[in-house]
């Protein structure tokens, strides 16, 4: 392991009280942003973490996985032989994630299927279960703020014949880009009344209540960077004053402009852990007869902590 990353990625843990994602707190700003970008320049995002035959990380690869989260939010695993579901989720919590969040479409154990299922399945109105593509968004961002997602697991049990892959963008730098460029525009998007969500009502039944939020926040007690968003402008209300629609509007470019975006195509038996950065998926075909895309989903309440030590929770300051 190199001592100097390692140092590096230790001064990111390090927490103190004063949360670099505040405007005020500028020089604690500078002092992250630099310890990031420097990392991010010395190690490959695609870096892939080779398991052992049971499914675990050895001491180096948690290391490793520690300052591939702590670089890019992600880190990118794969398996000697196919896993089961149960070996997922022990993967995981090798990562901190435990508190599974049981959304709609998800198995009875929590994990989701992400297959296209058959027009006569209720899911089949979902785009994740349809071929189709989906625009950036954070995963659940729907949700009330006591159910937020700050990470999720995908598990590629079976890759289409075309199409499917990723792409990736680490909302951290996102941030970092916003705050160079325009601070002006990030309390508009830390205002808790940016999005709301109308209710998910079908047949006269609420599946789920009103949410609203902003599209950056701090997490409490863990010094991270939550973000929800999503490009779909089906079903989200945004606030439509001119600060705000500016700071939308400087989102969107940098997305569809930015050198910063990773493509990813898991392979087979691959899988990739995040906290939670913003992602899409490109269309895919499958050839009947074939077994056709299986990804394997776990999204959790909990943000990465490969320490085991809630006191250093962050891995990402
Ligand atoms: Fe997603």
């Known amino acids: ?13 390090d927490c103190d009280e004063n949360s670099p994602f505040l405007l005020e707190n500028e020089a604690e700003y500078q002092v992250w942003r630099a310890r990031k970008l420097e990392l991010r320049q010395q190690l490959d995002a695609n870096l892939v973490l080779q398991l052992d035959h049971t499914g675990g990380l050895s001491e180096s690869q948690r290391a490793q ?16 032989k196919e896993m089961s579901k149960l070996e997922f989720l022990a993967l995981n919590s090798q990562f901190g994630l435990q508190r599974l969040d049981s959304n709609l479409g ?13 027009e006569a399945d ?42 499917g892959g990723n792409c990736l963008f680490d909302h951290e730098l996102l941030y970092i880009l916003i705050r160079d460029q325009a601070p002006e525009l990030l309390a508009a998007l830390m205002a ?29 007690g863990q010094r991270g960077l939550r973000m929800r968003y999503t490009s779909r402008p089906r ?3 945004w606030k439509s004053d001119k600060r705000s629609q500016q700071a939308l509007n400087l989102v969107r470019e940098i997305l569809v402009d930015s050198a910063a975006v990773i493509e990813l195509r898991l392979e087979n038996n691959q899988g990739i852990v995040c ?19 299986l990804i394997y989903r776990a999204r959790f309440y ?8 809630p006191a250093t929770a962050s891995a990402r300051v």
């Open 1 to 13: 392991m190199n001592a100097t990353l390692d140092h590096m990625t230790a001064a990111l843990n």
């Open 106 to 118: 998800a198995d009875i154990d929590g994990v989701t299927s992400l297959r296209v299922v058959g």
């Open 275 to 293: 906290n939670n950065i913003l992602h899409g998926r490109q269309a895919f075909h499958d050839q009947a007869m074939q077994p056709g895309r």
């Open 122 to 163: 209720e899911r089949a109105q979902y785009i994740p279960y349809t071929n189709r593509a989906l625009n950036w968004h954070t995963d659940g961002y729907y949700n009330e703020p006591d159910r937020s997602i700050d990470a999720f697991a995908l598990y590629c049990v079976n890759q289409a014949l075309r199409g």
């Open 65 to 80: 996985a520690r300052q591939q989260v702590s670089a890019f939010n992600f880190a990118i695993f794969q398996s000697a």
């Open 192 to 220: 808790e009344d940016l999005m709301r969500i109308p209710p998910n009502i079908q047949a006269n039944r609420v599946i789920r209540g009103e949410a609203s939020g902003p599209v950056f926040s701090i997490l409490s």
């Open 235 to 237: 079903y989200i209300v």
């Open 302 to 309: 909990d943000a990465i902590n490969i320490d085991g030590d």
